[in-house]
């Protein structure tokens, strides 16, 4: 997951900027879909955590070459967040103590001026070598174990008590107390009447990211003609054969299908991630849904972005270019053909050859684990 997470962030990079990799983590959307695409359960709370310790590992250990950085994380390590960005204002020039100052000042809105009832457990606080910033940080609920996102983004902050988010994504559950809502301005110059006068606050802006009960992925939670399109590009023969040309790769059909949703986890518009289910059809998920996770072609996905991104530091850009292109290619199958994808089918099929690519779970780990220690026990 590191490896994959910072290859697709660092083609984001190349193609279109440090700030435009703040704007993607900053929309829940396109965030569910990465961490899909990486290979995590599409709709898990496990996702946020994977994802950022993830691109921690992986970005900082590039911050000469992309010029960004993550700092905080779960736990104790979101409390060494104000000291992380202390340390980084003394390598970069810039003013680590305001930065500390955010990242305490973000943390606090969501623990206690949105009282929804959700206790922060993760900060991560993703800054640039210009100072620009992303905050993405997590919350549980005691009561029923269900997770709730917090998403800033310093581009979008013009005030920070008055919607100050770019989203906050759960399930509603009613009403809150929410003190950072613009139409709390009398309510926060008078706060005795807040417990009279409670605030009612749709979460988020106009888009909302509601995650079901159910752990599976179905048909419903997906977009069937985009995944349709990107099933056509990758198993139809004329398609597969053009799609591997603009890789400039010979490239089998199972490799093209998990390239063609990274290249649009790169390439795609923020309207193309409202269905992050259709992501895990790239590497499936760790629990085993939609199916598990294919480690051979997991590795092969990564290893034609390492070499476009390898070419791209030389000025060879064909590569690199070619993964917009196969997104151009996908967008154009879907609008022209509107291709609609046998689900059922596509998960048998999935299920089918996963012996064959390598497919894993983490409950494979658990037997391996389980069989290890009845032999110890009959040993000893």
């Known amino acids: 997951m590191t490896e994959l997470g910072t290859a697709i962030s660092e083609h984001i990079v190349i193609e279109y900027g440090v700030s435009e990799l703040l704007t993607r983590l900053s929309d829940p959307f396109w965030f569910q879909a990465f961490g899909a695409v990486m290979g995590m359960d599409w709709h898990s709370s496990g996702i946020t955590t994977s994802v950022m310790g993830a691109l921690k590992r992986g970005l ?13 994380g779960r736990g104790r390590h979101s409390v060494r967040t104000p000291d992380e960005l202390r340390c980084f204002g003394m390598k970069t020039g810039i003013d680590g103590e305001a930065l500390a100052r955010t990242s305490r000042l973000t ?18 606080f993703v800054v640039t070598k210009s100072g620009d910033w992303a905050v993405i940080q997590q ?31 759960g399930k509603p559950q009613g009403e809150i107390l929410n003190l950072v809502d613009a139409r709390a301005s009398i309510a926060r110059d008078v706060l005795l009447s807040i417990t009279r006068d409670p605030i009612e606050r749709s979460l988020g802006d106009a888009r909302k990211l509601t995650m079901p009960a159910h752990h599976d992925v179905r048909a419903k939670d997906v977009d069937l003609k985009r995944l349709g399109a990107v099933l056509a590009v990758a198993h139809e023969q004329d398609l597969r054969d053009f799609a591997s040309f603009l890789l400039v790769e010979g490239l089998g059909p199972r490799t093209l299908q998990s390239l063609a949703l990274i290249a649009e986890v790169v390439h795609g518009a923020p309207s193309r991630f409202s269905d992050p289910a259709r992501f895990s059809f790239a590497h499936g998920g760790k629990d085993g849904h939609p199916f598990p996770v294919p480690l051979k072609t997991y590795d092969e996905s990564l290893a034609v972005l390492r070499r476009s991104l390898d070419a791209a530091r030389l000025n060879y850009t064909e590569k690199i270019e070619g993964f917009k292109r196969l997104d151009d290619l996908t967008r154009t199958i879907e609008v022209k053909r509107q291709p609609l994808a046998d689900f059922d089918a596509a998960i048998q099929h999935e299920r089918r050859i996963s012996s064959s690519i390598g497919g894993r779970t983490v409950f494979d780990d658990r037997v391996k684990k389980q069989k290890v220690a ?7």
Do not use: K
């Open 60 to 72: 900082n250990s590039r911050f000469a070459d992309l010029g960004i950085m993550v700092c905080g």
């Open 107 to 124: 943390a606090r809105i969501d623990n206690n001026a949105v009282a929804d009832g959700f206790q922060l457990y993760l900060h991560s």
């Open 139 to 169: 919350g549980m609920s005691q009561e029923n174990h269900t997770a709730r996102r917090y998403h800033w983004h310093s581009a979008m902050v013009r005030d920070f008590v008055s919607n100050p988010h770019t989203a906050i994504l």
């Open 374 to 380: 009845s032999i110890q026990r009959s040993l000893f």
